[in-house]
Every structure is written in C-alpha cells, then in structure tokens.
C-alpha cells in the first residue's frame, strides 16, 4: 500500500551515518537514501529497494554500496532494504489499516446523517 508521504528526521544531516557519506564526498549516496525513501514509500515496498529500481533512485551500483558500508541500508539477494524502515515509517499493512478505518468512519458519518444515530447500516457496508 503506497504512502503519499515519507518521514525524515529532522536530525538526519547529523546523523553519525550521514557524516561519515559527508566526510567521504559521497553526497550523492545522500540523494539517493532520500529518493529511496521516496520510492520505498510511493510503491509500499516497506523499505525494499529492488536492483531494478536503482536507476529510479538516481543511482548506480557505487551509491548502493555506499548506504550499506555506512548501515543505512542492508544488502539483500533482490536489492536493498532501508535501514530500520518500521521504526520511522508506516508500513504497508499499516497504512491499509488507517484507509479501512477513514473508510468505516466515512460510512458512519453518512450514515447518521442521513439516516439518524439509530440506522446503524454503515456496520454492514451497504
């Protein structure tokens, strides 16, 4: 389940990870942890990164190693996964349950509006 929007930290220009790519002159490998995120959040991959998608990201093999000597991401046999993506970001199931929830509230609001506190059709979805 896509996001329509990912969290980035406030403090992550100073991250330990991030200066150490900065220290480095690897300013690229940052453009490319954010349009991860970006690309993680927009297609629900719960912070997958397929080998495919390096190109979507606006990186080459180089950068993807470089996330991964520094920990912000971890090697995986079809791609990469971002670091700690569950602590900081919705995941997938998450966000469906948010849209089931908006969902059933939608339908008890028109409910009761249009048919009174008794009706209670909203509980069968017609």
């Known amino acids: 389940m896509p996001l329509p929007w990912v969290r980035l930290d406030t403090q992550f220009p100073t991250n330990p990870k991030v200066l150490a790519l900065v220290e480095g002159k690897k300013y690229r490998a940052i453009a490319v942890y954010t349009c991860g995120l970006s690309y993680a959040g927009a297609h629900g991959t719960d912070g997958f990164i397929p080998k495919m998608a390096l190109p979507f990201v606006h990186s080459t093999a180089r950068e993807a190693a470089d996330l991964v ?5 971890h090697e995986d046999k079809k791609g990469w996964l971002i670091h700690d993506w569950a602590d900081y970001q919705q995941t997938s199931v998450e ?6 929830a908006k969902r059933v509230g939608a339908r008890k ?6 048919h009174g506190h008794d009706c209670g059709c909203w509980k069968d979805g017609t």
Do not use: K
């Open 69 to 73: 000597e520094v920990g912000l991401w």
């Open 109 to 114: 609001g028109n409910c009761i509006r249009w």
């Open 95 to 100: 966000t469906a349950d948010t849209l089931h």
